[in-house]
């Protein structure tokens, strides 16, 4: 049987390795350290910490581009989504899915729809619409210019419109296109030199009308 020294000792070696009280109160009384989140590949940061965001650039754009796609966004939601669904629930009812092409190509047109209805609807929430009659001066948003080819005497005349809004086919010249930037701060009678895949260009500035 063990001895009483002995049964003390092992107590004793036991009870070492925990913590006295006072300890633990201490413990507990302090504030919890934030937790580490990860942003990106092994990047840390505290809880606290805030990622900066870059605010959405606005999207020049006239009023006729503006209501053009809103009348795009209006046909979409209330003639062609409606028209789609029933499609889809039509296709469903010639039997396998797996071997109906009717439901396929309903499903993939309505993919198509359901997505460029979120690409206006992101569009039209970030467009600044900017009135051209209130504008005058040299060359900026809006302006409509006659330029004359200084090589071949060649007369065009293009106004400045907002990147979803442009069609070069009808005089609508997208803002971010190499002519139109070259074009912008240019007064009447100036020059400007352009880079085409033809080449260098140059053009003389014969007209700017704000209409």
């Not at 260098?200 to 700017?208: A, G, K, P």
Request: aromatic share 6%; with cysteine; charged share 30%.
């Amino acid at each position: 049987m063990a001895s009483s020294a002995a049964i003390h000792a092992f107590l004793g070696s036991a009870f070492s390795c925990i913590r006295p009280l006072d300890w633990v109160r201490y413990q507990i009384t302090q504030p919890v350290a934030p937790r580490f989140q990860r942003r990106g590949a092994g990047i840390p940061w505290t809880k606290n910490a805030q990622e900066k965001r870059e605010p959405m650039e606005k999207i020049p754009m006239t009023p006729p581009g503006f209501a053009a796609l809103e009348a795009e966004l209006k046909n979409l939601k209330s003639v062609e989504r409606p028209a789609i669904i029933q499609a889809i629930a039509e296709a469903r009812e010639l039997g396998d899915l797996s071997e109906n092409a009717e439901y396929h190509s309903a499903r993939e047109k309505q993919s198509f729809i359901e997505g460029r209805i979120k690409e206006l609807e992101g569009i039209l929430s970030l467009a600044d619409v900017i009135d051209p009659t209130k504008l005058s001066g040299s060359i900026k948003f809006g302006a409509k210019v006659t330029l004359v080819d200084e090589d071949t005497d060649e007369e065009k005349t293009w106004q400045i419109v907002g990147e979803h809004e442009a069609n070069i086919e009808n005089g609508l010249l997208n803002i971010k296109s190499p002519i139109a930037r070259a074009l912008i701060g240019k007064e009447e009678g100036d020059s400007v030199e352009v880079r085409t895949p033809g080449g260098l260009r140059s053009y003389e500035v014969l007209d700017i009308k704000y209409s």
